[in-house]
């Protein structure tokens, strides 16, 4: 299976911040990857996906980019509904995989 | 508007099997995959099969024999059955609906059940 390597776990940061989170394949997966967003209540939605694909109804201060096995998520300026658990996600390879999640939250 | 709901027990013994429902509205069964994925402590979120439009399944292997997933269109319900279960089988179950264009992710997300397994 294809390890999915998220950074960081924990970012704490600031409304108005520009943030970026990582997410790195044990191999490579062809711009397969897709982002997700879990609020508290568990409710998770799509916002990203092939790389850098907006989902409808997403903010575009949402963004993507990356290739090979490293991949990226942009906010690029942090509103109050932002602060959130994110995941990356592969589909290039069965099964498809996961990242440990990172927490969005404000200092 | 498209809806996911799964329901299920909440409380399962180990060794027993566990059922979940997921009833869907605001689109065909019989036009989407419908897939399962789980939220444990121990292992974040898994990717756990599939089925596929035309009634077909697919399993992550993680899960070997124990897991079957089956619908009924006419109701509109996705089904998963998992048996033997573990304390470490305890977490959040979604069903998730994966687009039908040539991409490859889940637009839409049930808002989850959560399931205790103890004695």
């Known amino acids: 299976d294809i390890q999915m390597t998220q950074s960081p776990s924990s970012l704490p940061a600031s409304l108005g911040e520009r943030v970026t989170i990582s997410c790195r394949a044990s191999?490579?997966?062809?711009?397969?990857l897709n982002w997700y967003q879990q609020k508290p209540d568990g409710t998770i939605k799509p916002l990203i996906y092939?790389?850098?694909n907006l989902q409808s109804g997403v903010p575009s201060r949402f963004s993507g980019s990356g290739s090979g096995t490293d991949y990226s998520l942009t906010i690029s300026s942090l509103e109050p509904e932002d602060f959130a658990m994110y995941y990356c996600q592969q589909d290039a390879s069965f099964p498809n995989t996961f990242g440990a999640g990172t927490k969005l939250e404000l200092k | 508007q498209v809806q996911l709901k799964e329901t299920g027990p909440g409380l399962v013994q180990p060794t027993q099997t566990l059922s979940i429902t997921c009833t869907v509205s605001?689109?065909?069964?019989?036009?989407?995959?419908m897939q399962w994925v789980r939220q444990t402590p121990g292992k974040g979120l898994e990717w756990m099969g599939f089925?596929?439009?035309?009634?077909?399944?697919e399993y992550n292997s993680e899960f070997k024999s124990r897991l079957s997933i089956s619908r009924d269109t006419s109701k509109n319900q996705v089904f998963l059955k998992m048996n033997s279960l573990k304390t470490e089988d305890t977490g959040v179950y979604y069903c998730?609906?994966?687009?039908?264009?040539?991409?490859?992710?889940?637009?839409?997300w049930g808002q989850g059940v959560m399931v205790t397994v103890s004695s």
């Open positions: 605001g689109f065909s069964l019989t036009s989407y995959y």
């Open positions: 092939y790389t850098s």
């Open positions: 191999q490579g997966i062809s711009n397969n």
């Open positions: 089925i596929r439009s035309g009634g077909s399944t």
């Open positions: 998730a609906r994966r687009v039908n264009s040539g991409y490859r992710y889940f637009d839409y």
